[in-house]
T-cell receptor, first 111, second 115 residues
Framework: GNSVTQMEGPVTLSEEAFLTINCTYTATGYPSLFWYVQYPGEGLQLLLKATKADDKGSNKGFEATYRKETTSFHLEKGSVQVSDSAVYFCALSDRDYKLSFGAGTTVTVRA | KAGVTQTPRYLIKTRGQQVTLSCSPISGHRSVSWYQQTPGQGLQFLFEYFSETQRNKGNFPGRFSGRQFSNSRSEMNVSTLELGDSALYLC??????????????FGPGTRLLVL
């Protein structure tokens, strides 16, 4: 079946530091890949997505590239802010009408 | 456009009771999915509906059920509540046919506490 493995946290960074969260996946078909973010007490918000190999998703300074050869979709941001403190989830969607999520990575950015 | 709305936002029940949660998708969206989020199990898929038909179901006991109405609004029901059902229940909607390339937009969730 489909599965997503993402880097375990928590991750603590200083403002303006570089952030990377690793995500790898296993899928039987040709999935779409997503990064969602969850702020305390809220639901999930789409951060970015990529629907085919070599696609790069980007939003709010975050980027991730769909790498089929390494089955990866690592999230990066060059300079984090305190407001980026949240839980980040990598997810994939295949032909079965559902999202399969990683365990989530808690990121804390200190001023 | 208004986002996905879920009611109620918070709920406290006791073991053995049943509960019904409601979800209104984004206007025009016809696919609605439900997920359970717990600290121990993370985010787990419950079921997905499109045009009142359940197309997929996750590995949950039969106590968990759902339905979708002709206006795409959806409800999920949990009968004979157990302590382990305490969780954040998230609803998500997507447009068109809800295929793998489409984005699922999430509501704020209903936080259920079972005592």
């Amino acid at each position: 079946g489909n599965s997503v493995t993402q880097m375990e946290g928590p991750v603590t960074l200083s403002e303006e530091a570089f952030l990377t969260i690793n995500c790898t996946y296993t899928a039987t078909g040709y999935p779409s890949l997503f990064w969602y973010v969850q702020y305390p007490g809220e639901g999930l918000q789409l951060l970015l997505k990529a629907t085919k190999a070599d696609d790069k998703g980007s939003n709010k300074g975050f980027e991730a590239t769909y790498r089929k050869e390494t089955t990866s979709f690592h999230l990066e941001k060059g300079s984090v802010q305190v407001s980026d403190s949240a839980v980040y989830f990598c997810a994939l969607s295949d032909r079965d009408y559902k999202l399969s999520f990683g365990a989530g990575t808690t990121v804390t950015v200190r001023a | 456009k208004a986002g996905v709305t879920q009611t109620p936002r918070y709920l406290i029940k006791t073991r053995g009771q049943q509960v019904t949660l409601s979800c209104s998708p984004i206007s025009g969206h016809r696919s609605v999915s439900w997920y359970q989020q717990t600290p121990g199990q993370g985010l787990q898929f419950l079921f997905e509906y499109f045009s009142e038909t359940q197309r997929n179901k996750g590995n949950f006991p039969g106590r968990f059920s759902g339905r979708q109405f002709s206006n795409s609004r959806s409800e999920m029901n949990v009968s004979t509540l157990e302590l382990g059902d305490s969780a954040l229940y998230l609803c998500a909607s997507s447009s068109l046919a809800g295929g793998p390339q489409e984005t699922q937009y999430f509501g704020p969730g209903t936080r259920l506490l079972v005592l």
